[in-house]
């Protein structure tokens, strides 16, 4: 690969031990991946936030990293963390987990990271535009980003994003070139899609099926950013989809290539199929809608519904802090308690320690949450819409 | 067998052979290095010490944080052998340092066999 002389001397370690070791691994890896040089990013969003996914080990090598003095050099987000930063101890948080949750956080912002955590930045003020080449890590960011809005990154691990904040730089390969966003496999759907957990349903189906490959929709007739997201998250959950295009619906799906692909299609007959597969309980003991991270749309829909209603068990809303403070605003926090759900921010049920708080069945509307409860958060799950899960707890 | 090497080293180990995607985050316990998810086929064994095989990556971009973990708790595999390793597990085994090859026809290793990673000259050997 090429590099620049203001490049070698990061090798070289002029710019310290922290650079040094970091700039290595994006060197290795553009190796590994034919890159011929090393771009600039607009913006990176690392993973790798919850204690309860980096562990220990995670903690001591970012502390290690911030202790050195090492700071982002672009607008760099965070993922959600393992707890709501304000609200945990209301919410019932372990007092342990909190303790180690923030000094991760502590560490982030020692780097100059804005610490907001959510897995939607693009609502929440790290919005990149058409074409810029940007490093994000988590796996529905980045479907979003290069899919519904055009931007580029590759799916980075949460190190190799944090190596690119630190370094400003990513190596030049796969989803940052133009001729390694074309479609693999075409997707024919023919079943209607009314809610975000048939988004879910398909994205959960296509991603098992073509595992890592851009799939381009054809036949879904109309979807919102929010409904785009759930089909994204589901696809980079069950799957390792981290682009895909959709007929008049995404931005970049009128300029590629879709001449002889193989063609996979979806009727009513798979969604269901796939709906029976991603229940595994009975009766949640919770519901936890907001994942991806809720739209201030998706709140008001849950506000509208719950209003006036008394919960017999829990409902939360996991969503940004910016989208709860226009919660806050417009009176949908308010709704949502009284009727004795919650809004939680800065964290989701697939990172925060769901099993140590006493619940064993979680009902979710998320194609993505329903593929990771079971395994990390020793969850049954009730996987339907919407109307259907707040129904079940009233 | 010849591959890429993707992370520097040398190992020697029995395989443990997946058909499917390891998705590491949520996938694999970071304590024990026990897979945990549900109807994997490697579902409840555990990778320690293995050579891991496996076809590719999926899922969760904090699986590099998970394999750089199962090192750090000495629960990691010896070596992983992938047909195409992808960024995550690529930057968890470069961090973690665990010898990574991949480009490598895993179908001709079976669960059980004896395998020597030379991943400094991207060769695997069945023995």
Known sequence: MHLTKEEEKILDGEEGEVLERLFRLL??????????????????????????????????FLEDMASKGAK?????????????????EKLGFPK????????????????????????????????????????????????????????????????????????GRTPNYGLHLWEKRQPTVKINVDVNLDFSSDFGALGYFVGK???????????????????????????AASGAVALYHAENLTPEADLVEKNGLETINVSKKELDETYEKLNSGKDPDIVILGCPHASLREIST????????????????????MMKEAADRMGFTEIIEKAGGNIVADTCMVVSPIERMGYKTTGVNSGKAAN????????????ANIDKLVEGQA | MKGRMISPGTAEGVA????????????????????????????????????????????????????YGIKKNGVAPAGIVNKETETIVATGAILAGIPCVDQIDIEKIKDGDMVLLDADNALVTVQ
């Not at chain 1, 099926?209 to 929709?217: L, R």
Request: with cysteine; charged share 20%; proline share 5%.
């Open chain 1, 72 to 88: 982002v050099k672009v607008l760099t987000y965070l993922n959600p963390a393992g707890m709501d930063l304000e609200n945990w």
């Open chain 1, 27 to 60: 060197v290795r890896l553009g190796d590994i991946y034919g890159a011929e040089k090393m771009i600039p990013v607009g913006s990176v969003q690392v993973a790798g936030v919850s204690y309860k996914s980096v562990g220990d080990p995670g903690l001591a």
């Open chain 1, 96 to 167: 342990d987990f909190a303790k180690n949750q923030i000094r991760v956080m502590d560490a982030f912002k020692k780097m100059g990271i804005v610490i907001t955590s959510t897995c939607t930045p693009y609502l929440a003020g790290n919005l990149p535009r058409f074409r810029e080449h940007i490093a994000w890590s988590e796996s529905s960011a980045v479907s979003f980003s290069n899919s519904v809005i055009g931007a580029r990154t590759n799916r980075e691990g949460g190190p190799s994003a944090l190596a690119a904040a630190l370094c």
């Open chain 1, 302 to 321: 849950l506000a509208d519904k719950l209003k006036g209603k008394h919960l017999k068990k829990p409902v939360w809303i996991c969503t940004s802090r």
């Open chain 1, 372 to 383: 990771y409860l079971p395994g990390f958060c020793k969850q049954d799950v009730v996987f």
């Open chain 2, 16 to 67: 443990i052979v997946s058909t499917e995607p390891i998705g590491f985050y949520g996938g694999i316990d970071i304590k024990t290095g026990i897979v945990i998810e549900k109807d994997h086929p490697l579902e409840g064994k555990s990778v320690k010490d293995k050579i891991l095989v496996f076809p590719c990556g999926k899922g969760s971009t904090v699986g590099s944080y998970v394999i």
């Open chain 1, 209 to 235: 099926q073509v595992k890592n490959k851009i799939p381009y929709f054809t036949g879904i007739k109309d979807a919102n950013t929010d409904q785009l997201k759930a089909l994204g998250a589901a696809m």
